[in-house]
């Protein structure tokens, strides 16, 4: 089981120049040791054994890191990737369960420039954004209404 979500659309803009001091951000503020924010693990009757996040292949993922491929991260937690012919990150997808993408853009956010959106729904016609602004990723419900004409 699991909560789905699709990636609706975004706006951002992800600089090749930039992959490399983000990785290197993600590997200097222990993305990889802080077990704490690992959705993923094993369990025996005295607490968790293992750790990683939901989804990922921890050794590819180490690997990416390592070689500051920011797009193959990126893929590493499900998203799909869209660059433009210079390499920039210009467009994400993502329709599939949720695991750790959220711990990603958090852990992520104080290295990545300028404003960035992301709009998602869920199952059962959930919607919301992520706005990530001055090194912080917020999360915004969705708050639609439909005024009255007569108003």
Not at 90 to 97: N, R, V
Not at 119 to 130: C, I, L, N, R, V
Request: charged share 25%; with cysteine.
């Amino acid at each position: 089981m699991g909560y789905y979500v699709t990636l609706t659309s975004t706006k951002l803009h992800i600089p090749a120049h930039e992959f490399s001091p983000i990785c290197e951000h993600l590997l200097s503020t222990g993305f990889l040791t802080n077990t704490d924010s690992m959705g993923g693990g094993a369990y025996q009757p005295d607490g968790k054994t293992e750790a990683w996040y939901s989804w990922v292949d921890m050794k590819a993922l180490t690997k990416h890191l390592n070689d500051h491929d920011l797009d193959a991260v990126l893929e590493d937690f499900g998203f799909d990737v869209f660059l433009d012919r210079d390499g920039n990150i210009t467009d994400l997808g993502y329709d599939d369960k949720t695991g750790d993408e959220g711990k990603l853009f958090e852990c992520m956010a104080p290295a990545l420039k300028g404003t960035l959106h992301f709009y998602w729904s869920g199952e059962g016609g959930a919607m919301w954004k992520w706005l990530i602004r001055d090194g912080k990723l917020f999360v915004i419900d969705a708050n639609i209404s439909y005024p009255d004409p007569e108003v």
